[in-house]
């Protein structure tokens, strides 16, 4: 029961089926238009369609650009909620945009964001500026969204609890880093061996920790994850990780954020898309469905005869190349590493982000990475002052954190967006079934 | 100390996790021998034996708790922490003239006390919800050790504290075959090793014990027995708090106090805990020794031969991963765990 409400796809067994693809195509012909429509208007005195595409973006305020974006994004909501009040269950157009449609207008308004921030600080996309450093904000959320997204896989879909993801992390930013600064790997390569390598740990965490008792695999994490932040800012080796203090090394220009920070921004947004349709795609999968069932009933599951291990083991591996990938854009986007990437920091955010947004969804790791470094954008430097008590939100973060914890996971154990949803599927259910639904513990 | 428990002999298993842990600690005696000169290795063996009674304060209350209530209290090591701090605000706001050992009691009943109240009134108010959601109940500890961790740094700053003056007594070293050792830390030994045999007094030969006891074998049945169990819940944890808190303010005026305090010993505790075999308190108790012994004996070595202690902290992680290879629900663990 709950297992086929949850899942968007099996919605659609009743109708036609949805066209996701075809609404990607439409995506990607939104996002077309404006960048042509820009080239032919920018007074470039270079030929070519780069060179102009380059000058349109890159003009001062961005204005005409933008609002086409607004405008197509206005559409698009249009359409998306008529689609939802109003369209048809027969029409596959309406189903699509049903289940689809909120998904393409938030990366429609991600894909516009820079420009949208362009047109109104009136600055340019391309160079220092207002909209550069919100660039940058941007570029963080997204790598943490993947982080939690990929902590989601583990602890949200697979119900296991990992106490080290900051170990997969670290381990994909230093060993990129390492690998390009002192073998000088190129790029591609150096990405690559980061994630190989985090498959590896994954797999070895599970054979090593995954037998045995689901407690002990919490704090199985917790430990292995220390040896790797010991090991990173120990002095010993500090010729090669330069201990406390991390290392810097050099990144191609095309990738280097100091420069070239629209194609950052574009590159972290992939990733995050690459993860959010990796995992929705896994748990819609049957093998998704026999991880839900794991989560479950690890018993049940096993006594029907799914090797659990194998599904466990298949979840926290990709959890951790995902991980690591996150850690790879982050690394690339400091151009450098340094312990704090493997320090507990990196396991409190994307655990939070994910309670935040709710556990076991697919959107509230996304909604709760945004939410938690939107807040701590807007309140770090703000001090709140109760008669002749002060509290300085910045110094105080962690302090916030813990007991936003606390709260959350007392009062509102499904996050957001879980509690969102069974709100309004509460809304819709007759009477009987909402009283069923209540006494399902989960 | 495992002769006086007769029932601990009772399966083979057990038998062999003992022997194992034997020929453990004799290996680790030889390579004493071996690699230190005498004095050297009574320093070594002296600060293994320091080191594995601290873990075992924290790890006490962890295992017992884990036992009984099914929790990981995750926020263990933070009791440890608040127990320093808040025998050192006891420890100054006394009156100026006090002398010191009294300042220094009244510091570690404070300590028990505070970490006991606390321990209870987090049982009630936040654990005992969540019951039906153990997963949630770990993360909810998670976050308490955050928060009490930002709240310490936050009223006494990042930096640690200085640590306080024991009493003179103890204020001292002695010989150890030729090399000096602080009577400070012989007198944690023997506390820890007081309170050890006081724990296991407390299990064996009272009637709290044989509920407790009754209780990590089977919830349920103790319930229908017409126990409190949720009054004994409330108690156990509390008492595994107090414990905690009350080590922490034992430890202070060796280590001082300083907010990150908690998380080092956490990490420690938790790898003592595993290794002992979760819910198995003589089974804590032995790992606490095997643990703090190996630390000593590899940041010794370490010392002597990278100049660095990188490898102690490492050694000990490492023979927590093997151990989980060979024996899955550690030393004294039951196999179905």
Known sequence: MTATITHPGARSTTGPAARPLTLAGLLAVLVLIPLLLAALSAESESAGLAAAVQAGVCARGAGPLAALFAAEAVLLAGATAAAYFLGSRRHWAAVTLRQYGWLALSLLALIAAPFLIAWQTDSSVCV????????????EAFILASLAISYNLVFGFAGVLSFGHAAFFGLGAYTVGLLMLHLEWPLLPAVIAALLISLLTGLLVSVVALRIHGLYFAIFTLTFAEIFYVLAQNRIMADITGAEDGFTFAVPDWIN??????TFYYLALLFLVICYLLVRQLMNSPAGRVLHAIRDNENRALSLGFNTFAYK???IVLGGVLASGAGVLRALLNKGASPNVLSSTFTIDPLLMTLIGGVGTFNGPVIGAFLLRMVEYA????????GSFELNIGEHWFLILGTLFIL????????ITGTLRDWWRSRRQPLQKRAAAAGRDH | MTTTTGTIYRSSATRRSLLISAAFIAALLLANLLLFNPGQMGVVLLSGLYQGMLFFLVAAGFSIVFGLLDVLNLAQGSFFMLGAYMGFFVYGALPPGTPIPVRFVCALIAAAAGG?????????????????????????TFGLAIVFTEIIRTIYGPAGLIPVQPPAVLDTTFPVFGARFETYRLFIIITGAVLMAGVLFLLRRTRLGIIIRAGVQDREMVQTLGIPIGRIFTLVFALGCAVAAFGGMVAAPYLGAY??????????TVIVVVLGGMSSFEGTAIASILVGLTRATVEQISLQYLQTPVLASLSILLLMIVVLLVRPSGLFGRENG
């Open chain 1, 257 to 262: 954020a100091t420069q070239n920070r629209l």
């Open chain 1, 408 to 415: 959350i996971v007392i009062a509102f154990p499904s996050g």
């Open chain 1, 379 to 386: 309140l770090r430097d703000s001090v709140i002052t109760l």
């Open chain 2, 259 to 268: 907010p990150s305090m908690g998380d080092q010993f956490l990490i420690n």
């Open chain 1, 128 to 139: 220092r500026g207002q909209a550069f450093f919100w660039q940058s904000i941007f570029i």
């Open chain 2, 116 to 140: 006991g109240l606390l321990g209870a009134l987090v049982e009630r108010a936040l654990i005992r919800p969540l019951y039906a959601r153990p997963v949630f109940q770990i993360v909810l």
């Open chain 1, 313 to 315: 083991t298949m979840a």
